[in-house]
């Protein structure tokens, strides 16, 4: 895969300077929101039964980043979460593993204990997650105690505020740090698409996230109010569609907060399948940031196993 | 499309609707033969299979009903308009109940997909008929002077491309303000206005107000000619619209006609190109492109053509043609064997003049009747393609550099019905929609219907609006 | 053209008028070099009238169609303002018309003044008229979804009239205003008998700030002149209040080769223009444009705009 080096190569020198790098973005193509609005519902209609739902739950069940960001999050908690990512369903082993579990810096080593010899990736907010209203170096700090911790993954949160004041080189800056403290983990970055907005603005900092060498671009946090669209989701998945055609650079996409149930999941799975098309059909370029998500995945799992509907009480509550 | 996620089949049930072998003409209330007998068969287009066999009208039965229509307006046209709406209510409801079968059966007689009728087709016929029963009772405040009165007996001749819903174009505003009407579908799709008939005895319609007359063009010739219609009204080719407007010349008969297009889609430099590629395709490829307002010339400015155009084909690659019941089917088939070898000559007359045509990789149903979606490129204003209407699947990719050749070419057709404009510059688009001449604009959106909205073409488009308080012109004596 | 002065036994030697055609705001003579001529209700000679030829009628056309990207671009303020002016001319050239249509239809002075102020008064009507059309046959729409659209009526593009046979000047001025006051371009062909009235509306027309071209006047046989334009292609619409029931029926089915717009012969030709005009002369010669835009989405889904 090429790197990011080769991304900055492909568009010239746009992130040169404070002045290129908004000109850049204020040139990027508008968004008409109801046309956006329109197809992702549209797409929303697709139908997707039996082999095509199996296949889907699966994949999804594969996708989910099991998270858990709570105040009141304890060990205990964090063991429970991870066991329920390494077997989600203890009646069928032919289940996935989820790809990863989510948690806080401090969490990151009970995780990584429980998963550990699964494959399961731990991946860690950081950088003052869900504000990211703190010091540049309390915000590095935050990311290198957690990939000392052992994140795989690290989620950080851009400067709202500095990308709303325009302060587009800020903004990259800081991603441009994080990313190097986060060494070999991957950087997925989280825009909180419900405080950009706008449409022109998710799409602008698509781009600016994936010039300074995100992994990942998410939609948000799960703390605000409007989280992961259908719709939001479809641009970013436009932004990085278009990113690689231009730079052979492939980057992934997280929808999180807000996808609760298996038709919310297949429909942007067909988002996906549709958009940026089937090299993003795949744990490593497409998550899903959720939590009661995966039980609902389960249900509808055993229902096409079985043939009859299940219920709470048969998947487990962690 | 990707073959990870290979969609499974997700066919709609066929058993919603139950067809009968045989209809009958529907004349002062009742199912009737044919007085000479005669009968045609009505096909679904994606398999050939034969659905069903309708009573064809003769000159005789378009006489019967016309009588019919003409003894049902005394009383209907003397209704209370309060009385006439509710009419009109109880047909939109139970058009709303019935929708599925309807959705179905349309998908089946016309050959496109049942997205398109369940999604678009239906909830357009109910909101039509809902929103001109509101008017029947308002007639004084449409702005045509007190008590406007109705015309009589209006001839309805309607196509094969949305036949209920065009059947609600047409009856709707008929009804409403006191006309009774017999109304012929076309050929090739009878079936949902046989049905409709059915909507209207249920609906408890007096006999006569609404008469339905299944036959070929000879039929609808002989409902235009018949001394006794007041009102002509009629959408379908250009060229039968010119022989209709010459048949009533000299007569008092009021006309309006709803004909061909040659829609020009322009996206300038500054297009959010994402929605302007989803507009292209809903623009050229709904209804697999038999729309006559679709935006079958692409009139892409050149300095992003490259881009535009290497968006546009990966889109088109994702595009399902298949089954049309699938619900998952994008492109359905072409209605007929007639017009599709309408569109394969026309598309290859583009291919003789040097444009240069790309299909995405697309297998075809070996039964039925069907076109892959086609696009051509190096179309200039002198291209066939580029100035005839296809009626099919296709897309002629033009360029231009400025805003003015913009407009002058999208201009420079005989027809002027519909026009697209793609940019996000305010001002722009109110300048380049003023200067187009075609009755119906979009602006960063395309095909887009609605009851309370005129719709109707400049120049050989045809004349008279349908839709909205404008509609209400057709059927009133002003 | 012969008054009497009652003091002189010799009589002033009159200036005669070469009545000419009116065309693209200029004043030529027919391209067949012909005329006809004109009599008075008793037979009696008033003067010799141009007799259009074909290519007459299409250089009107192309006159016509020159003139209708800038009129029908004028603001509705600006039209309005020009035919008032239309109508403030004619008041000032009252007695010549009054004179002209008396002549032209047999009528007594205090009569056919009726009919001039009647007609100076019909200007003043439609220029009233060109800034409120649109608000009163157009308007948004209230569509069911996130659009807005608007409806607006537009000038139908360039209009063939046959003026009324009879009414000479108040029935020509009933058909002629309507047409421009939304901003079509007009080929008038007066009527065959009484054309002078019409052929002095093109001097004044000349002299009214009206750009050339947005009306020609077209004096000749009727028939002649409207058989072509009836099948001009680049004719967009056609006013038959000037032709008989055989003769409409004809230029009707001309003019579907290329679906003008038509507007059948009233019921009596002499249809009474003395009657409030009305808007349908008007509204006969407009188009409706519906143009659609997105307005963001209706609900609060976070990024609404």
Redesign the interface.
Same mark, same amino acid.
């Given at each position: 895969m090429p790197t990011t080096a080769n991304a900055a190569h492909a568009l010239g020198d746009v992130t040169a300077s404070d002045s290129t790098l908004r000109r850049f973005l204020h040139g990027l193509?508008?968004?008409?929101?109801?046309?956006?609005?329109?197809?992702a519902a549209s797409l929303g209609?697709?139908?997707?039964?039996?082999?095509?739902?199996a296949?889907?739950i699966d994949?999804a069940i594969s996708m989910v980043d099991l998270t858990t960001l709570e105040g009141a999050d304890t060990p205990g908690k964090v063991r429970a979460l991870g066991a329920k990512a390494v077997r989600p369903d203890p009646t069928d082993r032919t289940t996935p593993t989820t790809a990863a579990v989510c948690v806080y810096p401090d969490m990151v080593a009970v995780a990584k204990e429980a998963v550990a010899g699964s494959g399961v990736k731990v991946a860690s907010v950081a950088t003052a997650f869900p504000a990211g209203r703190a010091a540049l170096g309390v915000k590095l700090a935050d990311v290198r105690d957690a990939v000392a911790a052992g994140a795989d993954e690290i989620d950080m949160v851009i400067d709202r505020g500095a990308f709303l004041a325009g302060n587009y080189m800020k903004v990259y800056d800081e991603i441009i740090a994080v990313k190097e403290a986060s060494g070999a983990a991957r950087l997925k970055v989280i825009f909180e698409?419900?405080e950009?907005?706008?449409?022109?603005n998710?799409r602008r900092a698509s781009w600016l996230g994936m010039l300074a060498g995100a992994d990942f671009i998410k939609t948000s946090t799960g703390k605000v109010?409007?989280n992961a669209?259908p719709?939001?989701t479809l641009l970013m998945l436009?932004a990085v569609r278009d990113f690689r055609?231009q730079t052979g650079v492939q980057v992934g996409v997280k929808p999180a907060g807000g996808i609760r149930t298996t038709k919310d999941a297949i429909k942007f799975?067909?988002l996906v399948?549709?958009t940026a098309?089937?090299d993003w059909?795949d744990n490593h370029w497409f998550r899903f940031g959720a939590s009661s998500l995966l039980n609902d995945l389960l249900m509808q799992r055993q229902k096409l196993a079985t043939g009859r509907y299940s219920g709470p009480d048969y998947v487990t509550v962690d | 499309m990707?073959?990870?996620?290979?969609?499974?089949?997700?066919p709609e049930s066929r058993a919603v609707v139950d067809i009968a072998p045989s209809y009958g003409l529907f004349i002062d209330g009742e199912f009737t033969e044919a007085a000479d007998g005669r009968v045609f068969k009505t096909v679904s287009p994606s398999t050939e299979e034969v659905l069903s066999e309708v009573a064809q009208a003769g000159t005789e039965d378009v006489d019967r009903a016309v009588r019919a229509a003409r003894k049902a307006f005394e009383k209907w046209s003397a209704l209370p308009g309060s009385e006439r709406a509710k009419y009109l209510f109880r047909i939109a409801r139970i058009i709303q109940e019935r929708s599925r079968e309807l959705a179905v059966l349309e998908t089946l007689d016309n050959g496109k997909p049942i997205?398109e009728t369940r999604?678009a087709d239906l909830p357009l016929v109910a909101a039509h008929f809902f929103y001109y029963a509101g008017w029947a009772d308002k007639l004084d405040h449409a702005g045509f002077g007190a008590n406007p009165r109705p015309l009589g007996v209006a001839g309805q001749v309607i196509p094969w491309n949305f036949p209920l819903l065009m059947l609600a174009w047409k009856i709707a505003p008929a009804l409403a303000t006191g006309n009774t009407v017999v109304l012929k579908p076309a050929e090739t799709t009878p079936l949902s206005a046989l049905f409709f008939a059915d909507i209207c005895r249920q609906a408890g319609l007096p006999k006569g107000v609404v008469n339905i007359l299944p036959g070929y063009g000879d039929t609808g010739a002989a409902l235009v000619e018949h001394p006794d219609v007041n009102k002509v009204a009629f959408t379908g080719s250009t060229a039968v619209g010119k022989a209709i407007a010459r048949q009533v010349a000299g007569t008092k008969k009021k006309v309006t006609l709803e004909l061909g297009g040659k829609g020009a889609n322009i996206v300038f430099d500054?297009?959010?190109?994402?929605?302007a590629v #989803?507009?292209i395709v809903t623009g050229i490829f709904f209804n697999q492109g038999q729309v006559c307002c679709a935006g079958s010339r692409l009139l892409v400015q050149e300095s992003i053509q490259d881009e535009l155009l290497?968006s546009l084909k990966r889109r088109l690659s994702?595009l399902r043609l298949g089954d049309p019941l699938d619900?998952?089917t994008d492109i359905g088939a072409i209605n007929s064997a007639e017009q599709l070898s309408r569109i394969t000559s026309l598309v290859e007359r583009g291919e003789a003049e040097g444009a240069e045509r790309w299909s995405p990789a697309c297998e075809l149903p070996s039964a039925g009747y069907w076109f892959a979606p086609t696009l051509f490129t190096n179309v200039t204003q002198a291209h066939t393609i580029a100035r005839d209407e296809i009626f099919g699947p296709v897309l002629s990719v033009l360029t231009f550099r400025t805003p003015d050749e913009a407009v002058a070419k999208a201009n420079n057709s005989q027809y002027g019905l519909s026009a697209g404009i793609w940019t #996000?510059k305010g001002s722009r688009i109110l300048a380049v929609a003023n200067k187009l001449r075609a009755g119906v604009v979009w602006s960063?959106?395309f095909n887009k219907f609605d009851p309370t909205s005129p719709f109707g073409g400049y120049k050989e488009s045809g004349f008279g609006r349908e839709g909205g308080r404008h509609g209400l012109e057709a059927y009133l004596d002003v | 053209m012969s008054e009497k002065t009652e003091k002189t036994e010799q009589r002033r030697l009159s200036v005669f008028k070469t009545y000419k055609l009116y065309v693209g705001g200029k004043f030529p003579r027919s391209e067949s070099g012909r005329v006809y001529e004109v009599t008075d209700s008793k037979g009696e000679w008033l003067a010799n009238a141009p007799l259009s030829s074909r290519k007459d009628a299409r250089d009107a056309v192309v006159a016509a169609r020159k003139a209708f990207g800038g009129w029908s671009g004028a603001t509705a303020y600006n039209r309005g303002q020009i035919l008032y002016r239309v109508a403030e001319m004619l008041e000032g050239r009252k007695d010549q018309f009054v004179r002209e249509v008396a002549d032209a239809e047999g009528l007594s002075k205090s009569k056919a003044a009726v009919q001039v102020d009647a007609a100076i008064d019909r200007w003043v009507w439609y220029a009233g008229w060109t800034d409120k059309i649109a608000q009163v046959v157009g308007g948004g729409n209230p569509v069911a979804g996130?659009?807005f659209n608007l409806s607006t009526p537009e000038p139908t593009g360039v209009v063939v009239v046959l003026a009324p046979q009879k009414s000479s000047f108040l029935g020509l001025v009933s058909v002629v205003a309507p047409v421009i006051a939304t901003g079509n371009t007009v080929i008038v062909i007066a009527s065959e008998k009484s054309p002078l009235p019409a052929l002095s509306l093109g001097e004044v027309l000349a002299t009214s700030d009206l750009p050339g071209g947005v009306v020609n006047v077209l004096s000749g046989k009727t028939a002649e002149i409207a058989t072509p334009l009836a099948a001009h292609q680049d004719v967009n619409a056609i006013d038959l209040a000037g032709a008989d029931d055989v003769l409409a029926k004809e230029l009707e089915i001309a003019a579907a080769d290329n679906l003008k717009r038509v507007v059948r012969p009233q019921a009596v030709d002499n249809a009474d223009y003395f009657a409030n005009p009305g808007i349908e002369r008007l509204t006969a010669f407009l188009e409706t444009k519906t143009v659609w835009h997105?307005?963001?989405?209706l609900g609060?889904?976070?990024?609404?705009?």
């Open positions: 193509p508008g968004v008409d929101t109801v046309g956006l609005e329109a197809r209609t697709r139908s997707i039964k039996t082999t095509a739902k296949y889907a994949l698409t419900g950009l907005s706008t449409y022109d998710i109010a409007v669209t719709a939001n436009e055609a799975l067909v399948n549709e098309g089937e059909l | 990707a073959s990870a996620f290979e969609y499974a089949p997700a997205k999604d500054d297009a959010p190109i994402d929605q #989803e507009g290497d994702t619900k998952n #996000e960063n959106t | 996130p659009f997105p307005t963001g989405a609060a889904s976070g990024s609404s705009y």
